[in-house]
């Protein structure tokens, strides 16, 4: 599989954050949720999903979705489905999850957002979050969040392992901020060399910090 490919900041418009693959009916007595990697076939259908657990699911119902924009790719998702017995997965809801890249900017912007929670995946391949961003309509056709990764600095421990800082790069973009819109994203880990990360989120509530062991 190829990495998840969005670019390294990530343009989040407001009509398409409640945007998300719904198959309407089905018995929900086994319902799941998880954070995947979603294979897209040529014909840009989702087919295969590995969860965060490292499970190998096959797609039941073959789907496609406004963001899958590209054939014979991997995309960072979450997933609610009905696992059934043959290892395979009725997909019930889709809704792509952001995978940021961390860069160094000059001039990191740091608008506040709401922050439900912060988490290494059981596979340690991405650290997780979950953001409350405030979304509306009326602030015109160009107006979007932007959101990224931004370096600190990598520090040296006392005991000889490596912190790497990082700082969540949030612009409000002159979206209006009339309801809170669930928002996850991930930082893959592989892009990271040290053995922690210590993330820093401005929220409304003021600055919260988090440190997650990667190994």
């Given at each position: 599989?190829?990495?998840?490919?969005?670019?390294?900041?990530?343009?989040?418009?407001?009509?398409?954050?409640?945007?998300?693959?719904d198959?309407?009916?089905?018995?929900?007595?086994?319902?799941?949720?998880?954070?995947?990697?979603?294979?897209?076939n040529?014909?840009?259908?989702?087919?295969?999903?590995?969860?965060?657990?490292?499970?190998?699911?096959?797609?039941?119902?073959?789907?496609?979705?406004?963001?899958?924009?590209?054939g014979?790719?991997?995309?960072?998702?979450?997933?609610?489905?009905?696992?059934?017995?043959?290892?395979?997965?009725?997909?019930?809801?889709?809704?792509?999850?952001?995978?940021?890249?961390?860069?160094?900017?000059?001039?990191?912007?740091?608008?506040?957002?709401?922050?439900e929670?912060?988490w290494?995946?059981?596979?340690?391949?991405?650290?997780?979050?979950?953001?409350?961003?405030?979304?509306?309509?009326?602030?015109?056709?160009?107006?979007h969040?932007?959101l990224?990764?931004?370096?600190?600095?990598?520090?040296?421990?006392?005991?000889?392992?490596?912190?790497?800082?990082?700082?969540?790069?949030?612009d409000?973009?002159?979206?209006?901020?009339?309801y809170?819109?669930?928002?996850y994203?991930?930082?893959?880990?592989?892009?990271i060399?040290?053995d922690?990360?210590?993330?820093r989120?401005?929220?409304?509530?003021?600055?919260?910090?988090?440190?997650?062991?990667?190994?």
């Amino acid at each position: 599989m190829r990495t998840p490919s969005p670019s390294l900041f990530i343009f989040l418009f407001p009509s398409c954050t409640t945007d998300a693959y719904d198959k309407g009916e089905g018995e929900y007595s086994n319902l799941r949720g998880d954070l995947a990697d979603l294979q897209v076939n040529a014909k840009k259908q989702a087919v295969e999903a590995v969860t965060d657990e490292d499970e190998r699911l096959t797609v039941a119902n073959p789907f496609t979705t406004s963001w899958i924009q590209k054939g014979d790719t991997t995309y960072r998702a979450y997933i609610y489905y009905n696992k059934e017995s043959d290892g395979g997965a009725e997909v019930i809801t889709a809704g792509q999850v952001l995978v940021l890249r961390p860069r160094r900017e000059s001039e990191p912007k740091s608008d506040p957002t709401g922050l439900e929670s912060i988490w290494l995946s059981t596979n340690k391949k991405y650290l997780n979050m979950s953001l409350l961003l405030k979304v509306g309509q009326g602030g015109g056709d160009d107006v979007h969040h932007v959101l990224g990764a931004t370096f600190d600095t990598l520090m040296v421990n006392p005991d000889r392992t490596r912190t790497l800082h990082l700082h969540l790069y949030h612009d409000q973009g002159g979206v209006p901020e009339f309801y809170t819109q669930r928002t996850y994203c991930s930082i893959p880990t592989t892009l990271i060399s040290a053995d922690s990360i210590h993330l820093r989120v401005n929220t409304y509530e003021g600055w919260r910090e988090r440190t997650v062991a990667l190994k």
